[in-house]
């Protein structure tokens, strides 16, 4: 295989990878412990799920802005 297809292969992997991880440890944290759900009023565990799952999402767009931005590193 090329070497300028294996990396950018490489890269959507890792992409998907991340964001697969990102999106399961949330939807684990806020619908298996249900902390995602307001019943009767808001708690303290929905205030921090909902400032952890922005700030998360925030971060990982940022580092896929990021890697994608990069230039290919194609091994020689």
Do not use: Q
């Amino acid at each position: 295989m090329e070497p300028e297809v294996a990396a950018y292969l490489r890269r959507i992997v890792t992409t998907l990878s991340v964001g697969l991880l990102w999106m399961a440890v949330n939807s684990t944290i806020g619908i298996m412990y249900d902390y995602a759900f307001i019943h009767d009023h808001i708690t303290t565990s929905n205030i921090i799920f909902y400032c952890w799952f922005i700030i998360s999402l925030l971060l990982f767009l940022w580092w896929v802005i990021r890697l994608w931005s990069k230039p290919l590193n194609i091994p020689r």
